[in-house]
């Protein structure tokens, strides 16, 4: 369970750029504003909502460690895919379907995870041309994507940002992960993976209501099997 969840982890915070934390100060700040002007109006002190400085710049730290693993992608990308073929086959999702998932994550691993948007247009394209959508639904399925990505991300981004801090640290200086640390991330993640689940369940959900009843009953149109969810955190880590 700890590789995915790496993974995915990983893929979080390399999609966590300066515009997702700009539009969360625009909200912030709107929420002072609001807060501000009712609280004027009860004749109360204004609530103060700190600015993510803080989270800011530990963003800009990791990015900086993170980058050392970058520019040495291909070493890291075959120690990641050796771990999803342990998984796949330690799980026995050995069916069509898992082994087709297998293939496009090993490909979307081999892409940069600072390369999203090529990342995203290979998972698109490969479920395209499988369940034959049209550009529309292809549309839409990148559109949820993203929504549940974003959701995902700011939903648990402080329960998520020391592991990845840690993470990152100690693969930048290539050292291995100790069982106590896998144990340990293993326990506080293992929530946030449910919610994962639940995203990509609704992403899913979605896409089939798209879709005639027929096909969607069809063991082809098993869009998304359970392995799938290694698909969709590859791209963006829900």
Known sequence: MIDEQLHALLKLIDQFDRRQIDDQQNRIGLAQRVDHAEDKSKSAKPKTITPPNAIIEQVQAIQSRASVLME????????????????????????????????????????????????????????????????????????????????????HFTELLPIASEIISTRSQNKPFTAEMVQRWSQKLEPLMNDALESVNRVRGKLEATMPLCYVATDNAATMPASATFAFGGVYGA
């Open 72 to 155: 040495n992608w291909y070493d890291e990308a075959s120690i990641i895919k050796d771990a999803h073929n342990n998984v796949f086959a330690a799980r026995g999702w050995d069916s069509e379907a898992d082994q087709f998932t297998l293939q496009l994550i090993n490909q979307i691993t081999d892409i940069s995870p600072m390369q999203n948007q090529e990342r995203e247009e290979l998972f698109i394209r490969a479920y395209q041309d499988r369940l034959g959508l049209s550009d529309e639904q292809a549309q839409m399925l990148g559109d949820e994507m993203r929504q549940e990505s974003m959701r995902f991300t700011m939903q």
